[in-house]
């Protein structure tokens, strides 16, 4: 069958005519060509899809039981307070984080999961929420005057969890060595980001019925 190529406007608008279905009443959605009656339907179809995500993200530590963190240093900036933390998230190697408690903090005060990007900036991670990158701002400041409390972790194979001069071969030997073992370097990168988010809910200065997910590019994705 002969391919033919579409502009990428095109294909976009294609895709979209083909995956929005309505949910009556005044409901609507996308999901592939499927159709609901009921927002009871929609749920059902979530939760379905959900359990075939999970399932697709390898073998996930589940059982394991994080250690209480491990607080490194405390420094005060402009507006805030930040903790460098080490997290226990997923039992194979510790999780160096950072955590901004903002001056105008009003208690019980919303939380932030900051996911950093890819990008291929390897040594960045998690201190892109302070420092920013070419085309972000740093966020830092943003959050400490909205007085949200925000989490940032190196995610695997970026800031000082780098095991590999070079970057990107580090990243390719996680994900090799990972699929020896079953996993999934993306799972296992979305499996800390959930335990960290854990971990923020759990600090008494958050309310963790407000906590939301923040990032560009990969750490969007994430989000």
């Known amino acids: 069958m002969a391919s033919q190529s579409l502009p990428r406007r095109d294909f976009l608008k ?52 994080p250690q209480p963190p491990r607080l490194i240093k405390t420094e005060k900036h402009p507006g805030y307070t930040l903790e460098r933390l080490e997290l226990d998230l997923n039992g194979i190697e510790p999780v160096p984080a950072l955590l901004l408690i903002p ?24 201190e892109e929420l302070l420092t920013g990158q070419k085309v972000l701002p740093a966020y830092a400041p943003v959050v400490a005057e909205k007085g949200i409390v925000t989490l940032a972790i190196d995610s695997w194979c970026f800031g000082q969890r780098q095991h590999n001069a070079t970057g990107r071969t580090g990243e390719e030997d996680a994900f090799k060595q990972m699929l020896w073992r079953g996993q999934v370097l993306f799972g296992m990168m979305m499996f800390d980001e959930h335990r960290a988010v854990d971990y923020l809910i759990s600090r008494p200065e958050v309310d963790a019925k407000r906590i939301g997910a923040f990032g560009l590019s990969m750490g969007a994705t994430k989000a």
């Open 103 to 126: 001056d105008k903090l009003q208690k019980p005060a919303p939380g932030l999961l900051y996911i950093h990007w890819h990008g291929g900036t390897y040594p960045v991670g998690k």
């Open 14 to 65: 294609q895709s979209a005519a083909a995956t929005t279905v309505a949910v009556s009443p005044g409901f609507a959605t996308t999901a592939l060509t499927q159709s609901f009656k009921t927002q009871k339907e929609f749920a059902a179809y979530q939760q379905r899809r959900r359990k075939l995500l999970w399932s697709l993200l390898g073998e996930l530590p589940l059982s394991h039981r």
